[in-house]
């Protein structure tokens, strides 16, 4: 299970290798990062002040879900931001 997080140029990309994961979006807590899914929320895990102010000057999110080295498949995503 691998998961990071890129953030540049107002755009934030999750790429993951977890096909159980349907990110609809993610979600910008002050106690950390969550992905939203049908299925509820799932801890991505914890975010530092630096991180979380480039994501506050993001308006786009995309999923990258990988197998290895290729691209399976990518989506937007919602990006919430909760105080």
């Known amino acids: 299970m ?4 890129i953030v540049r140029n107002g755009i934030a990309t999750l790429v993951h290798d ?3 994961l349907k990110v609809k979006s993610l979600v910008v807590h002050s106690d950390g990062l969550y992905a939203r899914s049908d299925d509820g929320l799932a801890v ?3 975010i530092t002040p630096a991180l979380k102010k480039d994501l506050d000057g993001c ?3 995309f ?3 990988m197998q290895g080295h290729r691209v399976m498949k990518t989506t937007k995503a919602r990006l919430q931001k909760e105080r």
Do not use: I, K
Request: with cysteine; aromatic share 0%; charged share 30%.
């Open 18 to 20: 977890e096909p159980d």
């Open 59 to 61: 308006d786009l999110c």
């Open 44 to 46: 991505l895990g914890q």
């Open 63 to 65: 999923v990258v879900l």
């Open 2 to 5: 691998a998961r990071d997080l």
